[in-house]
């Protein structure tokens, strides 16, 4: 267990997770951590996205306009955390909905690692951007539809589906409906809707 603390062995496990999502899912599952160490964990990725944003901001400058441009990095947080938030519920209880048994923990686990994924990503891209900015742009692309295949796996596997395909479409559509509940909240409170890949 203290192995999955060494930044080597997550990168390992997220090499893997990208190359056989299905096998990913799967490790990650059994693992059975604690409800405690889940949230823990959850947060921690908030916090590193955070600082990560912070760091992309102070090396590549702020947009100069967008949804969320004047938000602070408290704010920003705030929003991403309860996007997640609700993509674990919208996870365990869709799937539900269609016949799934799926936990809420693993749903918790399941979305904690998938945005730990992208944080690495984002980490690349960023490495990336210094060094040849047009690449960067094809990475946020294909980040987008890596992250849509990802859960789709990660919700076959948590659910006991058997087609991937179909839960990729119903993936597509939850998310758009959530989207839309989430534009119309967020719009009530004066504030833009986060865009872009997940991290």
Not at 1 to 25: E, F, H, K, Q, Y
Not at 63 to 69: F, I, K, N, Q, R
Not at 104 to 129: D, N, S
Not at 149 to 175: A, E, K
Request: hydrophobic share 60%.
């Amino acid at each position: 267990m203290t192995d999955l603390l060494r930044l080597p062995t997550l990168l390992n496990m997220v090499r893997d997770t990208i190359s056989d999502p299905r096998r990913g899912a799967e490790m990650i599952l059994s693992l059975n951590l604690p409800r405690s160490a889940l949230w823990l964990a959850f947060s921690l990725t908030i916090v590193f996205s955070m600082i990560l944003g912070l760091l992309v901001t102070f090396v590549l400058g702020a947009p100069e306009e967008g949804p969320l441009t004047g938000q602070t990095p408290v704010a920003l947080g705030l929003m991403q955390g309860a996007f997640l938030f609700l993509a674990v519920h919208a996870v365990t209880h869709i799937g539900r909905i269609f016949g799934g048994t799926g936990s809420f923990e693993g749903a918790l686990a399941l979305v904690t690692w998938l945005q730990f994924i992208f944080i690495v990503l984002q980490v690349l891209q960023l490495a990336v951007a210094l060094i040849a900015p047009p690449l960067a742009a094809v990475i946020s692309l294909l980040a987008i539809v890596l992250f849509f295949w990802l859960l789709s796996h990660f919700i076959t596997v948590l659910h006991g589906f058997t087609s991937v395909g179909q839960v990729f479409v119903m993936t597509l559509l939850s998310f758009v409906v959530i989207l839309f509940i989430l534009s119309l909240v967020l719009t009530l409170l004066g504030l833009g809707l986060p865009t872009g890949t997940p991290t």
